[in-house]
């Protein structure tokens, strides 16, 4: 099975810290996602890559960025943390092509005071 | 924007009862898929289903597709509280990649 590991499980930052979230797969995977969850809203896409050095913006890629050197490894930043990204963050991963489900990650739940 | 609407939000029933849960949509899909996600934990694919009309099994949970591909239903035979957790139905449209997530159904069962 693949597993997909998010570095941390709960974080608290400080308002205008910059934050990294980072997950790992131990599959060749090429498609990899980043989603937050809030009550009420569902899961929003932030970015995805398709492919090592490649990303494309999701839904809400406002205050946000990413970056993946290795294909094995997709970082989420929050390049200066505000209260409204405060949230549970989900990294997940996807073999191509049309009918492959998602492999999720445990999630990271973010608190930024 | 396509969009899938879940229904019932919340619900939550006595261990030995049915359920149904829907995931309905104005767009087209060309696959859905079924997840549940348990408290503290990222979803776990349960189901995907590709073809207008089709229905899976999968022990007591049936799921089905609707034959215009633009809604699905999850129905669990007599619910029992390891069945507990939000489902979550996911819709990909054009793209390769994207999946369009619902809000999700909550469901507890009650021993």
């Known amino acids: 099975d693949v597993k997909v590991t998010q570095s941390s499980r709960y974080l608290v930052k400080r308002t205008g810290e910059k934050v990294f979230l980072e997950c790992v797969q131990d599959?060749?995977?090429?498609?990899m996602f980043w989603y937050r969850q809030d009550p009420g809203l569902g899961l929003r896409l932030i970015y995805f890559?398709?492919?090592?050095?490649?990303?494309e913006k999701g839904d809400i890629p406002e205050g946000y960025s990413v970056s993946r050197e290795k294909k094995e490894r997709f970082s989420l930043i929050l390049e200066s943390a505000s209260t409204n990204q405060t949230s549970m963050y989900l990294c997940?991963?996807?073999?191509?092509?049309?009918?492959?489900?998602?492999?999720f990650g445990s999630g990271t739940r973010l608190t930024v005071v | 924007t396509q969009l899938l609407e879940q229904s019932p939000q919340f619900l939550s029933i006595q261990e030995g009862e049915n359920l149904t849960v829907y995931c309905n949509s104005s767009?087209?899909?060309?696959?859905l898929q079924w997840y549940r996600q348990e408290p503290g934990e990222g979803p776990v694919l349960l189901v995907t289903?590709?073809?207008?009309?089709e229905v899976k099994k999968l022990k007591r949970l049936t799921f089905q597709f609707g034959d215009a591909r633009k809604d699905s239903s999850l129905h669990i035979t007599a619910a029992q509280p390891g069945d507990t957790g939000l489902y979550l139905c996911?819709?990909?449209?054009?793209?390769?990649?994207?999946?369009?997530f619902g809000k999700g159904t909550l469901l507890t069962v009650n021993p």
């Open positions: 997940a991963t996807q073999l191509p092509g049309g009918l492959y489900g998602y492999t």
């Open positions: 599959m060749d995977h090429e498609n």
């Open positions: 890559s398709y492919d090592v050095k490649m990303k």
């Open positions: 767009s087209v899909f060309s696959s």
């Open positions: 289903v590709v073809t207008g009309g």
């Open positions: 996911a819709g990909r449209g054009g793209s390769n990649y994207k999946l369009t």
